[in-house]
C-alpha cells in the first residue's frame, strides 16, 4: 500500500520569502503521478502543480515549484516570493497511474504567510 | 458553469438518521469522485464514478454509506444510521476523460453527527 508523509504539521513565513515544505511517499509501483494541493480556510482544495514520475526534470508554476527526487521517494514544495494569500492547508497526494483516480493524501501542512 | 458544486454545505444531524449529500461535478467531466476529510487529516478516498458506473466502491467505509449517480451527471453519497464517528467534511471532486486529468474539487459537505 502507498503511504504520503508530510512531517511538518504547521510552518510560517514572512512574506516575499522563499518556504520548502516536504513530503515522502512510500510505493512499490513505477508509474504515478505526485501532486500538491493547496486548501485555504473555508474554500475548496485546488491544484499547484503536478508531476509525472517518469520524468526527471522537476516541474514549476510559476512561484511554485518542486524537487522531485525520485530514488528518495521525496517530493518537495518550494514557494518563492511568498504571498499573504499563498496562508492556507497544503497536501501532498500520490496517484497510481490507471487507478481510477484514487488519491493518497498526507495529512497536510498548515502555511502561515506573516505580513 | 462555476465549478463542483456540493449541497449542502453543512449537515447537522442526530445520530441514526439518514442523510444524503449531492454533488453536481464540473459538466463536461465524466469522471466523479467522492472522498472524506477528517479534523486534522487529509481526503480519504471513497467512491469513484465513470460517467454512471461506479468502478470503484470498496474503499466505502461500511454498508452504512452508499454512492449514486444514475444519469452520469450530479452524484449522491448517502449515509444510513449515522454514528458519531460519520462527522467529517465530505468532498466531491470531478475530471475529465484524459487520464492525467486534474482533479477538481468542490467546497464540501461538512457533517456533524450530535
Known amino acids: 500500500a502507498q503511504t504520503v508523509t508530510q512531517s511538518q504539521p504547521e510552518m510560517s513565513v514572512q512574506e516575499a520569502e522563499t518556504v520548502t515544505l516536504s513530503c515522502t511517499y512510500d510505493?512499490?509501483?513505477?508509474?504515478?503521478?505526485l501532486f500538491w494541493y493547496k486548501q485555504p480556510p473555508s474554500r475548496q482544495m485546488i491544484l499547484v502543480i503536478r508531476?509525472?514520475?517518469?520524468?526527471?526534470q522537476n516541474a514549476t508554476e510559476n512561484r511554485f515549484s518542486v524537487n522531485f527526487q525520485k530514488a528518495a521517494k521525496s517530493f518537495s514544495l518550494k514557494i518563492s516570493d511568498s504571498q499573504l494569500g499563498d496562508t492556507a492547508m497544503y497536501f501532498c497526494a500520490f496517484m497510481k497511474r490507471g487507478s481510477q483516480g484514487n488519491l493518497i493524501f498526507g495529512k497536510g501542512t498548515k502555511l502561515s504567510v506573516k505580513p | 458553469d462555476t465549478g463542483v458544486s456540493q449541497d449542502p454545505r453543512h449537515k447537522i444531524t442526530k445520530r441514526g438518521q439518514n442523510v444524503t449529500f449531492r454533488c453536481d461535478p464540473i459538466?463536461?467531466?465524466?469522471?466523479l469522485y467522492w472522498y472524506r476529510q477528517t479534523l486534522g487529516q487529509g481526503p480519504e478516498f471513497l467512491t469513484y464514478?465513470?460517467?454512471?458506473?461506479?468502478?470503484?466502491k470498496s474503499r466505502l467505509l461500511s454498508d452504512r454509506f452508499s454512492a449514486e449517480r444514475p444519469k452520469g451527471s450530479f452524484s449522491t453519497l448517502e449515509i444510513q444510521r449515522t454514528e458519531q464517528g460519520d462527522s467529517a467534511m465530505y468532498l466531491c471532486?470531478?475530471?475529465?476523460?484524459?487520464?492525467?486529468?486534474?482533479?477538481?474539487f468542490g467546497q464540501g459537505t461538512r457533517l456533524t453527527v450530535v
Open positions: 471532486a470531478s475530471s475529465s476523460p484524459l487520464s492525467n486529468a486534474e482533479a477538481f
Open positions: 459538466s463536461e467531466h465524466n469522471r
Open positions: 510505493t512499490s509501483e513505477s508509474n504515478y503521478y
Open positions: 464514478f465513470q460517467n454512471e458506473a461506479q468502478l470503484e
Open positions: 508531476q509525472e514520475a517518469y520524468k526527471q
